[in-house]
T-cell receptor, first 114, second 111 residues
Framework: DTAVSQTPKYLVTQMGNDKSIKCEQN?????MYWYKQDSKKFLKIMFS???????INETVPNRFSPKSPDKAHLNLHINSLELGDSAVYFC?????????????FGPGTRLLVL | EDQVTQSPEALRLQEGESSSLNCSYT??????LFWYRQDPGKGPEFLFT???AGEEKEKERLKATLTKKESFLHITAPKPEDSATYLC????????????FGSGTRLSIRP
């Protein structure tokens, strides 16, 4: 069973288009995240939601808008795509059990803006 | 500002040749230090969480240790399947629940 899933896996689109990436976790975790990994493989957090509420909103353009319809889903909508948005976007979820925090990542969505 | 620095950037070892990866961190109150493994084209895979200096955790050929300024990931008698990028991350009390990642160490094990 896939713990954290994302769709689509690949996304190739033209500059100026609007696109969405979907994420679902079946782990029952309360907290979900969106990360961006650039060409140098550096992972940077974009957003974090806890129980459908936004708790971290990093300095990202307001063209990026996360939406959490329920605890198991966190989608990312991107308006007016730019060349610099090309990257791999990872969804993740985390929990704390027995005092130990663990974080699980999805397989990533590879976005290429032409 | 919280910061994570990993070294070396890349490491090539012969199968069976043990070594260590370093993660130096600066954080205002450590809430947790995390190690992940990332294979090409895949998402990071959780390995360990460490919370306090002196803590150690082991999994197969990997052992993670923590001091007040750095963490080491020791790899004992590695095999080619241990080849991957190893990422270190920290969560601090001042960073409002944010996890900050280092740039990773690319480990390559030759048969």
């Amino acid at each position: 069973d896939t713990a954290v899933s994302q769709t689509p896996k690949y996304l190739v689109t033209q500059m100026g288009n609007d696109k969405s990436i979907k994420c679902e976790q079946n782990l029952g975790h309360d907290t979900m995240y969106w990360y961006k990994q650039d060409s140098k493989k550096f992972l940077k957090i974009m957003f974090s939601y806890n129980n459908k509420e936004l708790i971290i909103n990093e300095t990202v353009p307001n063209r990026f808008s996360p939406k959490s319809p329920d605890k198991a889903h966190l989608n990312l909508h991107i308006n007016s795509l730019e060349l610099g948005d090309s990257a791999v976007y990872f969804c993740a979820s985390s929990s704390i059990a027995g005092g130990q925090e663990t974080q699980y990542f999805g397989p990533g969505t590879r976005l290429l803006v032409l | 500002e919280d910061q994570v620095t990993q070294s070396p950037e890349a490491l090539r070892l012969q199968e069976g040749e043990s070594s260590s990866l370093n993660c130096s961190y600066t954080v205002s109150g450590l809430r947790g230090l995390f190690w992940y493994r990332q294979d090409p084209g895949k998402g990071p895979e959780f390995l360990f969480t460490l919370y306090s200096a002196g803590e150690e955790k082991e999994k197969e050929r990997l052992k993670a240790t923590l001091t007040k300024k750095e963490s080491f990931l020791h790899i004992t008698a590695p095999k080619p399947e241990d080849s991957a990028t190893y990422l270190c991350a920290v969560r601090g009390y001042s960073s409002a629940s944010k996890i900050i990642f280092g740039s990773g160490t690319r480990l390559s094990i030759r048969p």
